[in-house]
T-cell receptor, first 112, second 116 residues
Framework: DTGVSQDPRHKITKRGQNVTFRCDPISEHNRLYWYRQTLGQGPEFLTYFQNEAQLEKSRLLSDRFSAERPKGSFSTLEIQRTEQGDSAMYLC??????????FGEGSWLTVV | AQKVTQAQTEISVVEKEDVTLDCVYETRDTTYYLFWYKQPPSGELVFLIRRNSFDEQNEISGRYSWNFQKSTSSFNFTITASQVVDSAVYFCALSGVGTSYGKLTFGQGTILTVHP
């Protein structure tokens, strides 16, 4: 059983550019979650999917952020017109229904 | 609103010492889950334990043990005979159930440094 996989692991982008992160959950996990973590803080919930349906979005997720999970498999998180405040680690996690939640290694974003 | 407080920002111990990481939570839910995760320098959050609010039994897993006390809203984590490999940031987290499951509220984390 492979773990949650995220790509890219690191991304440096110029302010104003768009970036996209991909998450591949553990096989057969129907729930997929996105979190954001800044230095010295605990992760903060952004959004989650049950299969392909996006069930909840945090107020942290501004209209520049969009997440998709086509066909209920992998998910993408896109940030448009990046700002320096978007610099953070973006964590993906998955679970089989209300079972254990497993996290990936995260995608570090630096906006310069 | 849910809240998790980890009062200890940093703890430093010498190898083989026992160490306890405190976690206090607030929730209006009667049913909820509590978690502990370990975050080594690589960044990945490593799952350690999940506890349902109805299960107040303490748990031991090797050198790790957890003390859940609903009366004081605490879920403390003890490492016995600490090792250098235990050095990491440890997070306590709280989740609701049903459609709220997985919407974790994390504490600020406790940085544990174990010196040889």
């Amino acid at each position: 059983d492979t773990g949650v996989s995220q790509d890219p692991r690191h991304k440096i982008t110029k302010r104003g550019q768009n970036v996209t992160f991909r998450c591949d959950p553990i096989s057969e996990h129907n729930r997929l979650y996105w979190y954001r973590q800044t230095l010295g803080q605990g992760p903060e919930f952004l959004t989650y999917f049950q299969n392909e349906a996006q069930l909840e979005k945090s107020r942290l997720l501004s209209d520049r952020f969009s997440a998709e999970r086509p066909k209920g498999s992998f998910s993408t998180l896109e940030i448009q017109r990046t700002e320096q405040g978007d610099s953070a680690m973006y964590l993906c996690a998955s679970s089989l229904a209300a079972d254990t939640i497993y996290f990936g290694e995260g995608s570090w974003l630096t906006v310069v | 609103a849910q809240k998790v407080t980890q009062a200890q920002t940093e703890i430093s111990v010498v190898e083989k010492e026992d160490v306890t990481l405190d976690c206090v939570y607030e929730t209006r839910d009667t049913t909820y889950y509590l978690f502990w995760y370990k975050q080594p320098p690589s960044g990945e959050l490593v799952f350690l334990i999940r506890r349902n609010s109805f299960d107040e039994q303490n748990e031991i897993s090797g050198r790790y043990s957890w003390n859940f006390q609903k009366s004081t809203s605490s879920f403390n984590f003890t490492i016995t005979a600490s090792q250098v490999v235990d050095s990491a940031v440890y997070f306590c987290a709280l989740s609701g159930v049903g459609t709220s499951y997985g919407k974790l509220t994390f504490g600020q984390g406790t940085i544990l440094t174990v010196h040889p």
